[in-house]
């Protein structure tokens, strides 16, 4: 089982931007795909990004062309850069592997004011 530790969030207000991190244990990183899911109060966990152990991106339209997703492997550690920030984007994320796996990190709050 791998853990994740997310770091990165806050409060910024709409137009603005976070970058997130996301530190994972275990020596199987480099060949999990990875990816970024955040839940809204009241709603279900939506998936964000996703990338593959090869770098290759995939994003959910709600976010596309504002939310970079990226990885580097010798640090174990995933990313997620937001720009343009909506107060819909407003959510506890987390980051997991793709598919996910059973346990979850302690997730990280944005929160966008508009």
């Known amino acids: 089982q791998v853990q994740f530790v997310e770091s990165g969030g806050g409060l910024v207000q709409a137009g603005g931007s976070l970058r997130l991190s996301c530190v994972a244990s275990?020596?199987?990183?480099?060949?999990?795909?990875m990816a970024w899911y955040r839940q809204a109060p009241g709603k279900q966990r939506e998936l964000v990004a996703r990338i593959s152990s090869s770098g290759a991106t995939n994003y959910a339209y709600s976010v596309k062309g504002r939310f970079t997703i990226s990885r580097d492997n010798a640090k174990n550690t995933v990313y997620l850069q937001m720009n343009s920030l909506k107060p819909e984007d407003t959510a506890a994320y987390y980051c997991?592997?793709?598919?996910?796996?059973?346990?979850w990190g302690q997730g990280i709050q944005v929160t966008v004011s508009s």
């Open positions: 997991n592997t793709y598919p996910s796996q059973r346990d």
């Open positions: 275990g020596r199987t990183f480099i060949f999990n795909a």
